[in-house]
C-alpha cells in the first residue's frame, strides 16, 4: 500500500537558520509529490509540486524539494527561515490512477524561535 | 479568482444527528475531493468526484456519503452522528481527472457532543 513517512513530529529552528523536512514515501510506480503547509485552523496550501523532470524543484515562499528516486525522498529545504514559516507541513504521493487522491504524512510542525 | 470555498467553518451537533457539508470548487474544475483531518488519524481521503461520479472512495463507514452537481459544487453528509466524527472536514478542488494540484478550502470544522 502507498504510504508517506514524516519522521519528525516536531522541529525547532532559529530565525534565520536553513531548514530541511524529510519526507519519504512507498509506491510502486513514479510518484507524483506535494508539500502543503497549514496553519493553525486553516487549510492546506500548496508550497510545490513534483511530476516529472528536473529533480529539484521550486516553491512559493523561497522553499525547494528534491526528488531523490533511490532513496524514495522528497525532503523539503529553506535556506533562511522566517517566523512567519512555523506552521504543520505536510508531504503527500498522489496516486497515479487515474483520479484525484492524495495519501499524506502524518505532517511535520515547525516551530520558529528568535 | 476565486478559490474553493467550504461552507459552513464551524458546526456543532450531537451525537445521532446527520450534517451535510458544502464544498464550491474553483471556476472551472471538475474533481473534488473530501478529506477528514483528526489528531490521531491525521489526513483521510474520504472520496473524490469528478463529473457528478464517484469514481473513489475511501474506508470510511457507509454513513459518509456525498454527491457532485451539475455546477462541480460537492456536499457531504454524514448521517447518524458519533462523537469520533469531530473532525476538520476539507474540500479539494483540482482542474482535470487525473492527478493534479489539488487546492483546498478552509475547512469545515464539525464538532459532535
Known amino acids: 500500500a502507498q504510504s508517506v513517512t514524516q519522521p519528525d513530529i516536531h522541529i525547532t529552528v532559529s530565525e534565520g537558520a536553513s531548514l530541511e523536512l524529510r519526507c519519504n514515501y512507498s509506491?510502486?510506480?513514479?510518484?507524483?509529490l506535494f508539500w502543503y503547509v497549514q496553519s493553525p485552523g486553516q487549510g492546506l496550501q500548496l508550497l510545490l509540486k513534483?511530476?516529472?523532470?528536473?529533480?529539484l524543484v521550486q516553491g512559493i515562499k523561497g522553499f525547494e524539494a528534491e526528488f531523490k528516486r533511490s532513496q524514495s525522498s522528497f525532503n523539503l529545504r529553506k535556506p533562511s527561515v522566517h517566523w512567519s514559516d512555523a506552521a504543520e507541513y505536510f508531504c503527500?504521493?498522489?496516486?497515479?490512477?487515474?483520479?484525484?487522491?492524495?495519501?499524506f504524512g502524518t505532517g511535520t510542525r515547525l516551530l520558529v524561535s528568535p | 479568482k476565486a478559490g474553493v470555498t467550504q461552507t459552513p467553518r464551524y458546526l456543532i451537533k450531537t451525537r445521532g444527528q446527520q450534517v451535510t457539508l458544502s464544498c464550491s470548487p474553483i471556476s472551472g474544475h471538475r474533481s473534488v475531493s473530501w478529506y477528514q483531518q483528526t489528531p490521531g488519524q491525521g489526513l483521510q481521503f474520504l472520496f473524490e468526484?469528478?463529473?457528478?461520479?464517484?469514481?473513489n472512495k475511501g474506508n470510511f463507514p457507509g454513513r459518509f456519503s456525498g454527491r457532485q452537481f451539475s455546477n462541480s459544487r460537492s456536499e457531504m453528509n454524514v448521517s447518524t452522528l458519533e462523537l469520533g466524527d469531530s473532525a476538520l472536514y476539507l474540500c479539494?478542488?483540482?482542474?482535470?481527472?487525473?492527478?493534479?494540484?489539488?487546492?483546498f478550502g478552509q475547512g469545515t470544522r464539525l464538532t459532535v457532543v
Open positions: 513534483y511530476f516529472s523532470g528536473d529533480t
Open positions: 468526484y469528478f463529473s457528478e461520479t464517484q469514481r
Open positions: 479539494a478542488s483540482s482542474l482535470a481527472g487525473s492527478i493534479t494540484e489539488a487546492f
Open positions: 509506491y510502486g510506480a513514479t510518484p507524483y
Open positions: 503527500a504521493v498522489g496516486l497515479n490512477t487515474g483520479f484525484q487522491k492524495l495519501v
